[in-house]
């Protein structure tokens, strides 16, 4: 499908979101059971996940907490006084006969989340709400096999789904969207993020419109993205879609379609309830929910630094480059790594290049995470400071001494540095006979620099390097080679 | 307050019950008995009042989050209908 730009310019993309993220809890949202990912089949389970008869089911207090960070992140109103209800409808992955989720009283109302895009335009785009619900188990479809195997031992992990309003128009948008709700997620650590294990998932509700309409078309739902980067796919193939049928003079349904990532194309799927129609009532085994000021003001204290205040403060403090900021604040812990070293050295640029440069390839290269990297701030400020006293160079630095360091056996770099002989001869008296040998060695190269060829003094400068085994001060050395070769 | 066929086999269907036609028209009947009583209930006048959900008054009863081993893989398994030792098997409902 590639439809004519003049054509996809006649209409207007809606999208909203709805993301689930699966909580970090130990235990599931109304039962004992572990929550942990890839245990051998049905055996996180319970009376209670397994729907048998007379269960009483009773909320974990970890996932009210979870549920509020994430509002309070995303400037929510905190609801104060909570119920849950009963989506009733039959599927085998789920026991009960319901799903329990807050449809009319959700914990989290309103609220808006800032993103960024890649032109450094800003958009705010607004909650619906955000609210707690279980998860269903897994059914499996094995091909030869007669029956569907079912593994109850997801059913009960707590989840939140996230709605927006149909605030996004393109999918760019919704990419950075999901970006951002995976590092707030991800700095409250209420959820892993990972949308490759499903303990993030996403369904865009898409519609298209002529533009200035005023009625928002049709919306199809659209499931199954495994990815950020397929939930941008999926939005893209579906706009397509929809605007070739209203091309065609065709209607579209509203309907829920699955994603196919083998192809980047969306597919109709049949519908759980043909009805749609899940009668919800109150769950009334589930006692009220109340949240006092007081255990709100708890959970708030509890909150770390959010990447948005990060980013503000980066900016107002270091100076740095949006780029530096945003790479900066990816990970919380990176940018409190920052943050420290930032206390321990001035200078913010060569802080930022260390930290952007050999720490995280160093993570990268090991997938290591940043908690387990063996260098100090303390001994990277030492190791920022010693370039800046002019003592080594960067590069020697970065390829002698980093990896020294690495090995965390309590040396300092100014110990490395004396240990491997790398302190830097910035002693022009010192360095003198070196340019003059350099300079007496290549007679030929000399006169061709006086004669214009002012490229050759990276040859000489290089070769003083080589001749001092790299403890030349280049400074010193670039001055000294002018002082000889402009007279 | 009449109730129709239609709307008995619709309530059916999603109760997942299934009813011979003498039975439906016992239930439709079962139906509108009850419905005549709502109806009665709503003489009174409930504006104002906050519907009952719960019967007692308690509030807020959590459980911290800690894992609990309550029941074996095969106790678990024990009562379904149709099992492997590993999974719970329903009828295929998907080609």
């Known amino acids: ?487 | 307050m009449n109730i129709d066929q239609e709307t008995i086999r619709k309530i059916a269907h999603l109760a997942r019950l299934e009813f011979s036609e003498a039975e439906a028209t016992a239930v439709g009947n079962d139906f509108n008995k009850i419905l005549s009583w709502m109806d009665k209930l709503n003489e009174l006048n409930t504006d104002n009042v906050a519907p009952l959900i719960h019967m007692s008054e308690e509030v807020n009863v959590l459980r911290e989050d800690e894992v609990k081993v309550t029941i074996s893989h095969e106790e678990a398994l024990y009562n379904a209908p149709k099992k492997d030792s590993d999974y719970f098997r329903v009828p295929k409902f998907l080609s």
């Open chain 1, 1 to 487: 499908m590639a439809l004519d730009k003049a054509i996809l310019d006649k209409y207007q993309p809606v999208i909203g979101l709805e993301v689930h993220a699966q909580l970090s809890t130990q235990s599931k949202i109304f039962a004992p059971d572990s929550t942990e990912f890839g245990s051998m089949p049905n055996t996180n389970v319970s009376v209670i996940t397994l729907g048998h008869p007379g269960i009483l089911p009773r909320l974990n207090k970890k996932v009210v907490e979870y549920a509020i960070k994430m509002g309070l992140a995303c400037h929510c109103e905190i609801n104060r006084v909570n119920f849950f209800d009963r989506k009733n409808y039959f599927y085998p992955d789920l026991p009960k006969g319901f799903q329990t989720t807050q449809d009319k009283a959700p914990i989290c109302k309103g609220g808006y989340v800032n993103i960024k895009l890649k032109d450094g335009v800003e958009k705010t785009i607004t909650l619906n709400r955000i609210h707690m619900e279980d998860d269903a188990g897994k059914n499996m479809h094995l091909a030869g096999e007669v029956d569907t195997l079912v593994d109850y031992n997801r059913a009960g992990v707590p989840l939140i789904e996230i709605v927006t309003e149909p605030d996004l128009r393109t999918s760019d948008e919704a990419f950075a969207l999901m970006n951002e709700l995976r590092k707030l997620v991800r700095y409250l650590e209420v959820c892993d993020g990972n949308m490759e294990e499903g303990s993030m998932r996403c369904d865009a509700n898409i519609s298209v419109m002529l533009k200035g309409a005023k009625e928002y078309g049709k919306k199809v739902e659209v499931k199954n993205m495994n990815s950020v980067r397929n939930v941008q796919r999926a939005i893209d193939f579906e706009i397509e879609r929809q605007i070739e049928l209203l091309e065609k003079g065709e209607t579209i349904f509203s309907e829920s379609r699955q994603f196919d990532a083998e192809n980047g194309t969306t597919h109709g799927m049949r519908t759980k309830e043909e009805l749609n129609d899940y009668r919800y009532f109150p769950e009334p085994d589930l006692q009220p929910l109340h949240i006092s000021d007081k255990w709100l003001s708890d959970i708030r204290s509890t909150m770390p630094a959010l990447p948005e205040e990060l980013y503000a403060r980066f900016h107002k403090d270091y100076s740095l480059s949006d780029y530096d900021i945003s790479v900066l604040t990816d990970t919380k812990e990176m940018a409190l790594y920052f943050d420290e070293l930032c206390s321990k050295t001035k200078n913010y640029k060569a802080a930022s290049n260390w930290v952007m440069g050999s720490v995280k390839s160093y993570l990268n290269e090991l997938t290591l995470h940043l908690n387990d990297f063996p260098i100090t701030t303390a001994v990277l400020s030492e190791l920022i400071a010693l370039i800046d006293s002019g003592k080594i160079n960067y590069s020697v630095a970065s390829q002698k001494i980093f990896p020294e360091l690495l090995k965390a056996d309590g040396r300092s770099p100014l110990k490395i540095a004396e240990e491997l002989n790398l302190i830097q001869e910035s002693d022009s008296g010192q360095l003198e006979p070196i340019v003059q040998e350099v300079l007496a060695k290549y007679p030929e190269k000399v006169t061709e620099y006086k004669n214009g060829k002012k490229g050759l003094m990276g040859l000489f400068v290089g070769e003083v390097m080589k001749a001092s085994k790299g403890k030349a001060d280049p400074k010193v050395t670039t001055a000294l080679l002018n002082k000889f070769l402009d007279n």
